[in-house]
């Protein structure tokens, strides 16, 4: 059997496991006789002509090699099949993601498979790779067309086989189309999904006009239950949607307008509905807490993260405490080797918890090799430090205490330190309650996590215009916004609304980028010498295309954290900007085999970038975490007690 068709049936198999509780009976009278029955219908139909449509593209490209049609019928068909595809994508993701990211719309790019042990590497394929090969339009990009579609056909076939037998729920049709909503905003409008040909804005109408039909198979059920308000109140969001983006060219669509009067009020309105039919929810079918969280109505809400999903502590009446204790060992150098360290050294609240230095110092004065990174909304992503080589936010504190530049200790010497404090003891005690020892190494971790999870205030100026708190937002901030999200392309690596690489609908994985980052900014640029993730010491992940791979970071208070990039080397974000605008490294002489930023030049003018960065400043949070007035200072060791509070 061939391995993708493995595969394929692996992810199928969890898939079913997954939402198996939640699965009605195929039959019954309450599943067949109500909406989701004709919804299912739908479905069905849409994805036999999903997979008709992909034959015939198949089929057109054959003839446009042998020059029986013109490029601009291929791209007519191109057009119909991305069209069949939006038509189903939002189910197919639901009940698929891994099928869907792997064979029919995942990045150009090649990924790790991420469920085995040893180094597995999966070559992109599927409707992003032909939309850039259709943009191309070379003898060599027809012919690798051809070879792609085929794929592309056969795929198709193979993962609708698997969903042909599947049954949606209500609940599921409900979650599968805010995820929509989501992707649509995040992944279709800003250019993601459509990296050659920039037909996000049509992809944006199809999905509205799709939803809105599926939806409105849900009239007669409003009707039952007295709230048909609700369906003539997002009939009118998506009337509203679909006229935004019926005429509109990429460069040119208002995107800001089009979440604030669409996106966000239709990602409500499906909750809305949801709830008034009393069809269950996922977080009452399942223990486990999502990264998404359902009860969310904006995308810019300080709830629509979970940010309990990224850890593993629990959201429970003990949180505070275990997050007031973390927060006084943040700022204590008790917990360095020579007690003159602490976290706030290289993370300061003024400077959105980094330290203003090129490359941070070490416990000797000594530049190191990266800088800090940003602290806020740190919780919202998969991999850790510049390399992502620690996987959960409790993970990275062992290597700052391990480290010999950093802390210079273990973790022995930091228990024997605080358990010699009556207050800390209590502390432990009280966070960590029904424990023989509550005072151990993975009970620090939880602690100085918990307080980095609360660094998220979702409330800069732009937050607040989304959520509906203030009324206006300068233009020169729409513009950057826009451009940002748009022509820019910033927003296909920076997703929104984090603006980091922790990738939607489902924000569970964060992406690394290769940009070329020189050593100095002086010309002729020379590549840094730092290998990045490949170099961060796990051998599952020693692939090619990882050298010189960062992960990509939050731009949320970009205003506080220069000087910017792993090694610092840009002071300014003018500089940051020139350096994309040019189109990275290797637009710039460097060669680098592997760069997932187009070498081409954006192409912005000097009032473009200036709009980009008035928009990246807007960024900047009001609300500024303080540090604690007081550390204990009742330690047996008495030249403890003398220690200075870091970071105020």
């Known amino acids: ?285 399942s223990k486990y807490p999502q990264a998404v969280n359902y009860n969310s109505e904006n995308i810019f809400a300080k709830d629509f993260l979970n940010n309990f999903y990224y850890v593993s502590l629990s959201n429970d009446t003990l949180f505070n405490k275990i997050e007031l204790l973390g927060k006084k060992l943040f700022y204590d150098s008790v917990l360095s080797q020579n007690n003159t360290m602490s976290c706030s050294s290289c993370h300061v609240p003024e400077k959105a918890f980094t330290d203003g230095l090129k490359t941070s110092l070490s416990n000797t004065g000594i530049a190191l090799k990266r800088n800090s990174m940003t602290l806020n909304y740190s919780v919202f992503a998969s991999g850790f430090f510049h390399d992502l080589r620690a996987k959960r936010l409790e993970d990275q504190f062992e290597h700052v205490v391990l480290s010999k530049d950093e802390f210079n200790s273990d973790y022995q010497k930091i228990i024997e330190k605080l358990q010699s404090s009556r207050t800390y003891k209590k502390m432990f005690e009280t966070a960590f309650p029904g424990q023989k020892t509550s005072l151990k190494p993975n009970n620090v971790d939880y602690a100085l996590a918990a307080y980095v999870m609360t660094l998220n205030p979702f409330d800069n100026p732009v937050d607040q215009y989304f959520q509906g708190k203030v009324n206006n937002l300068p233009e020169n901030v729409q513009r950057g916004f826009n451009l940002f999200a748009g022509k820019a392309a910033c927003a296909t690596c920076h ?45 599952q992940e020693i692939a090619p295309f990882f050298k010189n791979a960062f992960k990509t970071p939050t731009l949320r208070n970009i205003s506080k954290t220069a000087p910017y990039m792993h090694n610092g080397v840009f002071e300014t974000l003018e500089e940051v900007m020139d350096f994309y605008n040019l189109g990275g490294g290797a637009g710039q002489g460097i060669f680098l085999e592997h760069q997932t930023l187009s070498p081409n030049p954006l192409d912005l003018t000097e009032n473009e970038i200036e709009d980009i960065i008035a928009f990246m400043n807007a960024l900047t949070d009001i609300t500024i975490s303080k540090p604690p007035k007081e550390i204990p200072r009742d330690f047996d060791d008495s030249s403890l007690n003398k220690r200075e509070l870091i970071g105020i």
């Open 1 to 285: 059997m061939r391995a993708d068709t493995i595969l394929l049936a692996g992810s199928f198999l969890i898939s079913m496991l997954l939402i198996f509780a939640s699965k009605p009976i195929p039959g019954s009278s309450e599943y067949t006789h109500k909406t989701i029955g004709d919804i299912n219908k739908r479905f069905q139909r849409d994805l036999m002509s999903f997979s008709e449509t992909a034959i015939e593209f198949n089929t057109t490209v054959e003839l446009f090699i042998s020059s029986e049609v013109s490029h601009t019928t291929l791209q007519n068909k191109y057009r119909g099949l991305r069209d069949s595809y939006k038509k189903v994508e939002f189910l197919i993701e639901y009940l698929d993601i891994e099928a869907t990211n792997k064979m029919l719309n995942g990045a150009p790019l090649p990924k790790l498979e991420p469920k085995v042990a040893d180094l597995t590497i999966i070559t992109p394929r599927g409707l992003q790779v032909i939309d850039e090969l259709i943009a191309e339009n070379t003898i060599e990009a027809t012919e690798e067309l051809l070879h792609f579609s085929n794929k592309f056909k056969n795929d198709v076939q193979q993962i609708s086989d698997f969903i042909r037998v599947r049954r949606i729920t209500d609940r599921q049709f409900f979650e599968a189309s805010r995820l929509a909503i989501i992707r649509t905003a995040t992944l279709g409008v800003t250019g993601f999904d459509t990296p050659g040909t920039s037909q996000g804005i049509k992809d944006a109408l199809t999905i509205l006009k799709n939803l809105k039909d599926y939806i409105a198979l849900y009239n007669k059920e409003l009707e039952n239950s007295n709230r048909i308000d609700l369906q003539k109140k997002i009939e009118k969001q998506f009337e509203k949607g679909i006229q935004q983006t019926h005429s509109e060219e990429f460069d040119d669509f208002d995107r800001v307008a089009f979440i604030k009067e669409v996106i966000n009020p239709i990602y409500k309105s499906i909750k809305d509905i949801h709830l008034a039919l009393d069809y269950e929810t996922i977080d009452e079918v």
């Open 495 to 539: 997703f929104i609304p984090t603006y980091s690489g922790i990738v939607p609908p489902l924000y569970i994985d964060s992406e690394a980028e290769v940009l070329g980052v020189p050593k100095e900014k002086n010309k002729p640029l020379v590549l840094d010498d730092d290998i990045g993730r490949l170099g961060n010491g796990m051998t």
